[in-house]
């Protein structure tokens, strides 16, 4: 039987009328990856900041490691790391004083702290920002040395709060392979993202959350195959080219169309070789066409597949209950 | 190249986050943490000496010379200035706790296997220094403009002693304030509505004595006339009555105090613990 490094059952917390977690139960084994998915509003900050002893449940109970996380927060908090969705580093310190200050408080002294926010700072590729002031860093840059200082020690349980929202591609790239490089070393990892494209690259199992409740949750193909498979949507360049262009894929493809915007959208579960298929068929047939893309399902798709809403419609309906995103309302973060 | 996670080895999780040592440690840890903000917020210090300066300028040399008050006004105003600079460090506590609050290091700081205590612990300490600093600016100031005290040591030590309690107990009560509203503009909008007030009426620049019926009343109980009281008796031949406060300034300074320090100090100690889970 493998271990679990998470568990929750029931987990819920109220901010006045708003239920922001509603009766979540949660299991994570050791070594794996489970992913939170949900748009704003959904509970994912909320939840993990539960387990991570920064509030306190209203209902339900949780465990890391198999310690409570009201009962024996203190141990909780020597296996856990969590990085939050806003850089929690001190601006006004330089991004290495951050490191060595992060290193000391978990117990390093001043000679081996140094060390190894040296070591961090070489492996996140920030010797050339590491003597800046951390309000002086670019995001991507904030989120490097935020990762890092949740590293400085090897945490059993690693809680990663949309780390790539507001990231550009590039750092998301960085960030991505650094929470492989971890997952590989064994490290247990719960992730949140609003990003479909993001639990499957990196979760063995996504839970998808609304409205503080779990719709939905199995392994990345599971939820895939139940929310609709890839496409490629071609847009043709005018009505009579569009009329042209359906006659064409339906011959060849199953399609489905959105007249309205001159779309035929091809079902790819072949991905990159139904596109050239696709696209080799237009350009053989000379229609004019706009543009021709793959389309993997979007958090979109997979709401309303799911839950038979939009992710937007569900982010309205949090914040019309009181708050304007699944953070608590008493803490405000800049 | 290096493994990304550190073995867990060096680390401190043997010993219980909750020892008094760790509290020491971590709380130095944290002040030194304050500490380093000084010289890269020069706005912060700022505004805990230009405020007094302006004061002082304005008291000497544009009403100075309409006040009299048997005595030099230079002495009389500087143990004013003193302990108003004493009170306004419950805005800047407060004001200086609730932007750290509202910024996700302290989050951090909480899931860290440390004395939570600690990050309340090191702000006070912070901010005990960086009011210290700025005492010591403004009574340089006022002795580079003539202010002379006329101070025993034993006096010296008497009054170092006193502003220290004090500036340690309004940190205490300005700490719980800025756990209380939370946001930075609005503690200081509401400390300068409450706090600017009482320092005006506690004899600080003019005599209690001299006051209508009203405020001077509120001036006899006011806690800040305590602590011009105080210094002032310390540094001057002038001695304040009227009100028990005012007869025994300096045992009234020091019942303030500790009335402050056993209110704020758990009250802040609470709030601070009450979102966090353990």
């Known amino acids: 039987m493998t271990d679990i490094a998470i568990r929750a059952e029931g987990l819920t917390k109220r901010f006045g009328d708003f239920v922001a977690v509603d009766a979540l139960d949660l299991q994570v084994p050791d070594g794996t990856v489970v992913s939170l998915l949900g748009p704003n509003g959904a509970g994912k900050t909320t939840t993990v900041r539960m387990l991570a002893t920064l509030i306190a449940p209203d209902g339900g109970r949780a465990w890391v490691g198999g310690h409570d996380v009201v009962r024996d927060g203190a141990r909780v908090r020597e296996l856990i790391s969590l990085t939050g969705q806003f850089a929690a580093l001190d601006k006004h310190l330089t991004a290495r004083e951050n490191l060595v200050l992060m290193a000391q408080l978990r117990g390093y002294n001043g000679r081996a702290a140094r060390r190894r926010a040296d070591e961090l700072l070489e492996r996140f590729d920030a010797g050339d920002f590491r003597d800046r002031l951390v309000k002086n860093l670019s995001g991507g840059e904030r989120r490097r040395i935020d990762l890092a200082a949740g590293l400085i020690e090897r945490p059993q349980v690693l809680v990663l709060d949309e780390p790539t929202t507001g990231l550009d591609p590039r750092s998301r790239q960085v960030v991505w392979s650094t929470v492989r490089e971890l997952v590989a070393e064994g490290v247990t990892l719960l992730l949140t993202t609003q990003y479909l494209e993001e639990a499957d690259a990196l979760a063995d199992r996504v839970v998808l959350l609304d409205r503080g409740r779990e719709v939905a949750a199995g392994t990345p193909a599971e939820l895939k195959s139940r929310v609709g498979e890839q496409r490629v949507d071609v847009i043709a360049a005018d009505g009579e080219a569009f009329g042209r262009l359906e006659a064409l894929l339906w011959e060849h493809f199953t399609i489905t169309t959105l007249p309205e915007q001159r779309t035929v959208s091809v079902s790819a579960p072949d991905e990159v070789a139904d596109l050239a298929r696709v696209a080799d068929a237009v350009t053989q047939a000379g229609i004019p066409v706009d543009e021709v893309a793959l389309r993997r399902p979007t958090l979109d798709d997979a709401f309303l597949a799911l839950t038979g809403h939009t992710a937007a419609e569900s982010e309205k309906a949090a914040g019309a209950d009181g708050a304007d995103s699944d953070r608590e309302p008493e803490e405000a973060h800049a | 190249m290096t493994t990304l996670a550190a073995p867990v080895s060096t680390s401190a999780s043997g010993r219980s986050a909750l020892s008094p040592m760790r509290l020491v440690r971590d709380t130095r840890l944290l002040t030194w943490r304050s500490l380093r903000a000084i010289p890269r917020v020069p706005e912060r210090l700022l505004d805990v000496t230009v405020q007094p300066i302006v004061f002082i300028l304005l008291f000497l040399y544009v009403f100075g010379s309409a006040i009299h008050v048997g005595i030099n006004y230079k002495s009389y105003l500087f143990p004013g200035i003193i302990a108003q600079g004493l009170a306004f460090s419950v805005i800047s506590a407060g004001t200086a706790t609730a932007t750290d609050m509202s910024e996700g290091v302290v989050d951090r700081f909480r899931s860290l296997p440390i004395n939570r205590l600690a990050i309340i612990t090191g702000q006070v300490m ?125 045992l009234a300074m020091i019942g303030w105090c500790v009335v402050l320090l056993a209110v704020c100090v758990p009250l802040a100690l609470r709030r601070f613990n009450r979102t966090t889970a353990a």
């Open chain 2, 126 to 250: 912070g901010q005990f220094c960086e009011q210290v600093l700025g005492m010591t600016i403004y009574i340089a100031f006022g002795i580079a403009l003539g202010w002379r005290p006329d101070l025993t040591v034993a006096g010296g030590f008497e009054l170092a002693g006193l502003l220290a309690l004090g500036i340690f107990a309004f940190i205490w009560a300005g700490v719980l304030f800025g756990l209380l509203i939370r946001s930075p503009d609005a503690v200081q909008g509401l400390g300068f509505i409450v706090i600017l007030p009482l320092t005006f009426m506690a004899g600080t620049f003019v005599p209690i004595s001299g006051m209508d019926a009203i405020p001077r009343a509120i001036a006899q109980w006011d806690p800040v006339s305590a602590f011009v009281a105080s210094a002032r008796s310390l540094t001057t031949h002038l001695h304040s009555s009227g009100s028990f406060q005012l007869d025994h300034p300096q």
